[in-house]
T-cell receptor, first 112, second 115 residues
Framework: GNSVTQMEGPVTLSEEAFLTINCTYT??????LFWYVQYPGEGLQLLLKATKADDKGSNKGFEATYRKETTSFHLEKGSVQVSDSAVYFC???????????FGKGTKLSVIP | GAGVSQTPSNKVTEKGKYVELRCDPI?????LYWYRQSLGQGPEFLIY????????DSGLPNDRFFAVRPEGSVSTLKIQRTERGDSAVYLC?????????????FGPGTRLTVT
């Protein structure tokens, strides 16, 4: 079946530090991959996505590259801000499906 | 424009009671989804509507759970004989159409606590 594994949190970083949140997946075929973010008190929001191998999704300074050979979609940001504090979810959508499969989430706290 | 809204935002009920959770999707969105997020977990798929019909209810955990979308817009998730294990955040999402090409937009969720 389909599954997503992401690094456990919480992750605490100082402002302007480099961020990596690891995500690996198991799926048949060629899924689309997503990062969602949940800010405190708000609903899930799509942060970025990639629909095929070697695609790079990017938004708000965050990036993730779809690596089929390593079945990974790691989230990176070069310089985090306090406002990036949130829970980040990696997710996949199997080709032809509409059911998102999520990882457990990684809580990020950025301190000034 | 308005996003997906869910009511109530919080619901506390006693074990064995019946509850209804409501979802108002983005206007014009034909596809609607329910997910459940337990503490420390990612959301898990429950059911998907295309229009008025439940196209896929394979994620519903048992027959105590039921959902409707009678006019193809608002949806209600119904839970009978609630159990403490039903405590979770119930998320609703909608998309323009029910294919991977269309982003799912999530509501803020309803936090259900069964005491």
């Amino acid at each position: 079946g389909n599954s997503v594994t992401q690094m456990e949190g919480p992750v605490t970083l100082s402002e302007e530090a480099f961020l990596t949140i690891n995500c690996t997946y198991t799926a048949t075929g060629y899924p689309s991959l997503f990062w969602y973010v949940q800010y405190p008190g708000e609903g899930l929001q799509l942060l970025l996505k990639a629909t095929k191998a070697d695609d790079k999704g990017s938004n708000k300074g965050f990036e993730a590259t779809y690596r089929k050979e390593t079945t990974s979609f790691h989230l990176e940001k070069g310089s985090v801000q306090v406002s990036d504090s949130a829970v980040y979810f990696c997710a996949l959508l199997r080709a032809g499906s509409y059911q998102l499969t999520f990882g457990k989430g990684t809580k990020l706290s950025v301190i000034p | 424009g308005a996003g997906v809204s869910q009511t109530p935002s919080n619901k506390v009920t006693e074990k064995g009671k019946y509850v209804e959770l409501r979802c108002d999707p983005i206007s014009g969105h034909t596809a609607l989804y329910w997910y459940r997020q337990s503490l420390g977990q990612g959301p898990e798929f429950l059911i998907y509507f295309q229009g008025t019909g439940a196209a896929d209810d394979s994620g519903l955990p048992n027959d105590r759970f039921f959902a409707v979308r009678p006019e193809g817009s608002v949806s209600t998730l119904k839970i009978q004989r609630t159990e403490r294990g039903d405590s979770a955040v119930y998320l609703c999402a909608s998309s323009l159409f029910g294919t991977a090409s269309y982003e799912q937009y999530f509501g803020p969720g309803t936090r259900l606590t069964v005491t």
